[in-house]
């Protein structure tokens, strides 16, 4: 069983950067073996898968279209999280963004999403 | 990118009824890699099955998962006031992973 958080700040300004933690907790031997995700969702995207990262012999990042000019993902197992980066956001990047955990290439866990508003 | 088309958009049932839920992906999941979640408001996507019929931790044995390459459904045999909700299906077998955009589930 994985527990995740996200933390962050509720408000962000058009061209700044998004920025949110998800810290993680829970058994041991899940937590180096996960892969860590984001994901966000609103009414005009639905839910829509970010990215994710998981180590195999070296950390691995995989990221949508859709943003993959603007994001970073970043590990940080030595302090049980992992964060997103997303550059130059515009209102379009409002949405409910979640976190996940997971075995493998899943969605297992999910943190409870936290709503960034995109506006000035 | 994959794209997953869920039908119907909303399905109207009663309690006790069967739900029969469809993804359809626009490329073939070699390995099968599809999920479903279950998701109520205000609250995060609960995984019910993954790798297409692998029914997640305690999910009750009245959801089950069928399908392979692009056709995949989502049973409910009976459902219980509980299971009214929004499902989507999710693959994550073809980087990048998507999301369907949901089927509801409401009382008829």
């Known amino acids: 069983q994985i527990h995740l958080q996200v933390s962050g700040p509720g408000l962000v300004r058009p061209s700044q950067t998004l920025s949110l933690t998800c810290a993680f907790s829970g058994d041991s031997a899940s937590i180096n073996t996960a892969t860590w995700s984001w994901i966000r969702q609103s009414p005009s995207r639905g839910l829509e898968w970010l990215g994710r990262?998981?180590?195999?012999?070296?950390?691995?990042?995989h990221y949508a279209d859709s943003v993959k000019n603007r994001i970073t993902i970043n590990p940080d197992t030595s302090n049980n999280q992992f964060s997103l980066r997303l550059r130059s956001v515009t209102p379009d990047d409002t949405a409910l963004y979640y976190c996940a955990g997971g075995a493998a290439r899943r969605l297992d866990y999910w943190g409870l999403g936290i709503l960034v508003t995109v506006s000035s | 990118e994959t794209v997953l088309t869920q039908s119907p958009g909303t399905l109207s049932l009663s309690p006790g009824e069967r739900a029969t839920l469809s993804c359809r992906a626009s490329?073939?999941?070699?390995?099968?890699?599809l999920a479903w979640f279950q998701q109520k408001p205000g609250q995060a996507p609960r995984l019910l099955i993954y790798?297409?019929?692998s029914r997640a931790g305690g999910i009750p044995g009245r959801f089950s998962g069928s399908g392979s390459g692009t056709d995949f459904t989502l049973t409910i045999s009976r459902l219980e006031p509980e299971d009214f909700a929004v499902y989507y299906c999710?693959?994550?077998?073809?980087?990048?992973?998507?999301f369907g955009p949901g089927t509801t589930v409401d009382v008829k």
């Open positions: 490329q073939s999941l070699s390995s099968d890699y």
């Open positions: 790798d297409a019929s």
């Open positions: 999710h693959q994550y077998d073809i980087s990048p992973f998507t």
């Open positions: 990262t998981y180590y195999s012999s070296r950390w691995n990042f």
